[in-house]
């Protein structure tokens, strides 16, 4: 959610930026070093006036200081770069967005008889007759002089009935105050609860399926499909209902992807169809051209082009070459008690249905492996194995392959 928040101001051109933080919120705190921002630690819950004093004045004196409530993902930059831009036409010492929505029950922003903005009363401390009356509510995005900010900080008291500094009140101080109303009241939505948090995640869906159809990507069911904003998927690419692509997923254009598949940080080639009840784990890397069917799981696996992994099988630390053939019911036994150990599957084999491949092991281009066979050992290029433990019983010459001789 603060990811969202922190992309948006960022393309909104904010620099130097700042999260005040619960310092026992350690996994946030952990996220945002990954980001290369350090956190500004809060360490008593005293209001948002009072968060945002963690910040030293002279960090703030002399510069325009964007705020932005970090519970607010629907925020588009487009809109933040709306106040910036008002801010700076009409010189005031402060900014503000606001929105006007019936259904809402935050800060109320209330305007003199001139229609300038007088005060911001939060839900607590509104009257009935406010409650009734007053439909236009504070969003919690703000532009100020950062000198003038520092000195009504200063002036800001607790005396409300939640007892806490509100940032709010720093208006009672700043005049004139510009006001920009948003067009998109969803982007004022700020995610409070778990209901708040499924409505806000059912928007943003909406927002990365409608931009990736725009695109060109055939999105056959978007009510029961799952895209998160960090995938990126081809032109004339269908994703089929109940898929669920997660992380830094590439899907590349003309694939074929679902029903009901999951994958998450993996990379599929052009031309390459998925699915249907298949798993791409983290790592997983598919070629051009590649069929992976029903009920396949691969995880840390590389599979060329051409290749195929028709249905139920489990890859696991693989490299599977070219035009190569996985029969149903396969697995690589990739982890022997302590460590995770690779299988190599050389280009043009065909391994049997419910065969096991012990890793670490090979298995030679052009080899064969025969129905229910466990390979423990090797397998020369070309040669067929077959048994528990696998042994060879065929090897084909490489004159035959179209190899020289040794």
Excluded: W
């Excluded at 959610?1 to 350690?26: C, F, Q, R, S, W």
């Excluded at 939505?189 to 209901?195: L, Q, Y």
């Excluded at 090897?395 to 040794?406: T, V, Y």
């Amino acid at each position: 959610m603060l990811d969202y928040v922190l992309d948006a101001v960022t393309e909104a051109g904010a620099k130097d930026i700042k999260v005040i933080v619960n310092p026992h919120h350690a996994e946030v705190a952990a996220h945002l070093d990954e980001r290369g921002i350090a956190p500004t630690f809060q360490r008593e819950p005293k209001g948002t006036a009072h968060a945002l004093q963690q910040v030293p004045e002279h960090e703030l004196e002399g510069k325009e200081v964007l705020v932005v409530n970090g519970d607010s993902p629907l925020l588009t930059a487009q809109t933040i770069k709306k106040v910036i831009d008002a801010h700076r036409a009409e010189k005031a010492p402060a900014t503000l967005a606001s929105v006007k929505d019936p259904t809402r029950n935050d800060g109320r922003i209330i305007r003199a008889a001139d229609g300038s903005l007088e005060k911001i009363v939060e839900r607590k401390d509104a009257t009935e007759e406010m409650r009734k009356h007053v439909h236009e509510f504070n969003v919690g995005v703000y532009c100020f002089d950062g000198t003038e900010l520092t000195k009504a900080l200063k002036e800001i008291k607790d005396d409300n009935k939640a007892g806490e500094y509100y940032l709010t009140d720093v208006f009672l101080h700043l005049k004139p105050v510009t006001v920009v109303e948003l067009d998109d009241p969803q982007e004022a939505m700020g995610v409070k609860d778990r209901t708040r948090l499924a409505a806000a995640t059912a928007i943003i869906q909406g927002r990365i399926l409608d931009r990736l159809m725009l695109a060109g990507v055939t999105i056959v069911d978007p009510k029961s499909t799952f895209v998160e904003a960090t995938v990126t998927i081809g032109q004339d690419t269908v994703i089929e209902p109940f898929t669920v692509l997660k992380a830094h997923t590439s899907i590349g254009s003309d694939c074929r992807i679902g029903p009901h598949a999951h994958i998450e940080d993996a990379r599929i080639g052009d031309r390459s169809d998925c699915g249907p009840f298949v798993k791409l784990r983290p790592g997983t890397e598919i070629a051009d051209d590649v069929h992976i069917g029903s009920f396949a799981e691969l995880v840390r696996t590389r599979v060329g082009r051409g290749s195929k992994v028709p249905h139920v099988s489990y890859l696991g630390d693989t490299d599977l070459g070219e035009d190569a053939n996985i029969g149903a019911g396969t697995i690589t036994a990739n982890f022997d008690g302590t460590n995770k150990n690779r299988t190599k599957i050389g280009d043009g084999a065909f391994v049997g249905v419910d065969t096991m491949l012990v890793a670490p092991v090979k298995l030679g281009k052009g080899s064969r492996t025969g129905a229910g066979s466990v390979v423990t050992k090797d397998v020369p290029d070309g040669a067929t194995v077959v048994g528990v433990p696998a042994r060879v019983i065929k090897r084909i010459p490489s004159r035959e392959r179209g190899e020289k001789e040794d």
